[in-house]
């Protein structure tokens, strides 16, 4: 796991208001109020290794709505793009269109200036508690990584259970 240069456990995350996949503006400070929440931060829509993480998400969110733990996902593709992989992909959460990469660049997960990745997001998984602190931070040492969906799951349902406490 490679931690972001800009955010680390603990850290107070910027919030921030995009658009969802069917444009409306989604306000992160008003969205933790209901809880948890998990943002993935994935590089592209249509890629195969984005594919198999948000089909694994959308198998898993049932666990993360027992929890009373929210997804989102989060890329640097417009709302179009994101409505159409939604719709293809029967993905249940909302998906987020950080389409000038500022989210990315404030969470200090933005990939370099040259080749295929320029402007896109690194895969990432930031969990989000209701005083907007970054609870869990993983950050892929390279974008075809995937994250320990378990790990993810069972840091989630620990932060979602405080809360109850």
């Known amino acids: 796991m490679k931690e972001s240069t800009t955010l680390r456990e603990g850290s107070t995350v910027p919030d921030f208001e995009i658009p969802d996949d069917v444009n409306v503006p989604f306000r992160l400070s008003q969205k933790v109020r209901s809880g948890p929440l998990v943002i ?8 195969m290794m984005c594919a198999v993480e948000m089909a694994t998400f959308r198998d898993m969110k049932p666990s ?18 994101n409505a159409a992989w939604k719709e293809q992909m029967r993905i249940p959460f909302p998906m987020l269109s950080d389409f000038d990469a500022g989210v990315a660049a404030k969470y200090g997960i933005l990939c370099g200036e040259e080749g295929y990745m320029r402007g896109r997001c690194n895969r990432a ?4 508690d209701l005083e907007m602190r970054a609870r869990f931070v993983w950050v892929a040492d390279d974008p075809s990584y995937e994250p320990d969906y378990d790990e993810v799951l069972r840091v989630a349902v620990k932060v979602a259970s405080e809360r109850r406490s």
């Open 125 to 128: 998984i930031f969990i989000i």
């Open 64 to 81: 993360f709505d027992e929890a009373g733990v929210q997804l989102c996902a989060c890329d640097t593709n417009s709302v179009m793009s």
């Open 40 to 47: 993935i931060f994935f590089p592209s829509v249509w890629g």
